[in-house]
């Protein structure tokens, strides 16, 4: 497992922008890692993820257009820049990384239980 830390929550206006970081605690470590978000009083979703090497990505459809996740140099930070935001995007927002194999470098991940490593959450809010 990895140690991760997510940080660029906040409040803001349906229509605006934030950026998420989330920072893993190796810089070696061969990490395909994610985005997932969970509601009040609903399922921890899958947002978007990211793989290893490559830049491979695929987004939920509810975000797709809006959210890019990306890898920073060093890869052990990702990002997820989020656009044009709406009331429901209203969530915890978690980072999730799981440890691949070289074959699996490209490789993305939609299942929690698919990955091992979970950070604390950071909170976004979208007001009307």
């Known amino acids: 497992q990895v140690r991760l830390v997510e940080s660029g929550g906040g409040l803001v206006q349906a229509g605006g922008s934030l950026k998420l970081s989330c920072k893993a605690g190796?810089?070696?470590?061969?990490?395909?890692m994610g985005w997932f978000r969970q509601a009040p009083e609903k399922e921890r979703e899958f947002v978007a993820a990211i793989s290893w090497i490559g830049g491979t990505t695929v987004y939920a459809d509810s975000v797709k257009g809006r959210f890019t996740i990306s890898r920073g140099n060093p890869g052990n930070t990702i990002y997820l820049q989020m656009n044009s935001l709406k009331t429901e995007d209203t969530a915890v927002y978690y980072c999730?990384?799981?440890?691949?194999?070289?074959?699996?470098?490209?490789?993305?991940?939609?299942?929690?239980?698919?990955?091992?490593?979970w950070g604390q959450g950071t909170q976004v809010t979208v007001s009307s």
């Open positions: 190796r810089t070696d470590s061969s990490n395909a």
């Open positions: 999730a990384a799981r440890m691949v194999s070289y074959s699996n470098r490209r490789a993305t991940y939609k299942a929690r239980d698919e990955y091992n490593s």
